[in-house]
């Protein structure tokens, strides 16, 4: 019988040291448009109990593969930017170097800034967003949700954003790809996945900070998901929901729904579906 705990992901009981894939709460909010993505990762969780471990999708079931759930990284918003990238360094970094594959959920979307410091130079990034955060300052802070995607390209990462609908006058200049066509990558590229849940549609995620009509449904992101390259991906995020705006698990079963099909997507062998 598998253990129910609404404490951990669904699925993830293995042991942090025989797991392959590690998932982390990351409930942190540097600044942010409405307080609430830190009770997130445990909303998250609770949710994931009310799906299937198996993917009717994929023909995978995450009860195949060794997950741990390691918890959260107790944080306050009050800490510094600087302590909250020694944490990173301190708990996240030390899973990657013994090859672990990392699924964190946020927080706010600065969380995405702390994880991806810790990955090998070459790591791309792929984000999925209504907003290119690509913003130079914001409400008079650099780091934030809406500018990190912008602190990680000056810090020589590769961005691939994907599903925007919302851009600053000041971001005007940045490409973007559309939802319905293969990003630019390939084979043999490692990759960091990082998913706002505000590029889904509000009728189907409207507990986000910043909704924007217009947004993609579940089909089109699987859709989507099913037919990226078989690039290496080393970890991915889901930030920006917060339990606060939400009456029902609607946002929360989404997300659980999009870390299942992300893990087996990348992370499973998979039965060969007839
Ligand atoms: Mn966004």
Redesign the pocket.
Known sequence: MKPYSKFTFLSATSPAEEASVVIAGFPYELTTSIPGTILAPNKIREASWLIEAYSPYQGGDLASIPISDVANLTLSSLERKEDILSRAEKHILPLLNQGKKIATMGGD?SITYFIVSQLPAGVKILHL???L?FRNSWRGSSLNHATVMKRLKESGREIIPVGIRSVAAEEKTVAFFPVGKPPPLKKGDKVYLSI?M?VFDPSIAPAVS?PEPGGISFPEFLKWLLHLPPFELIGFDIV?FNPLLEGAHITSVLGATVIREVILKFWSEKEVLA
């Open positions: 979307h967003d209504a907003h955060d706002d505000d910043n920006e």
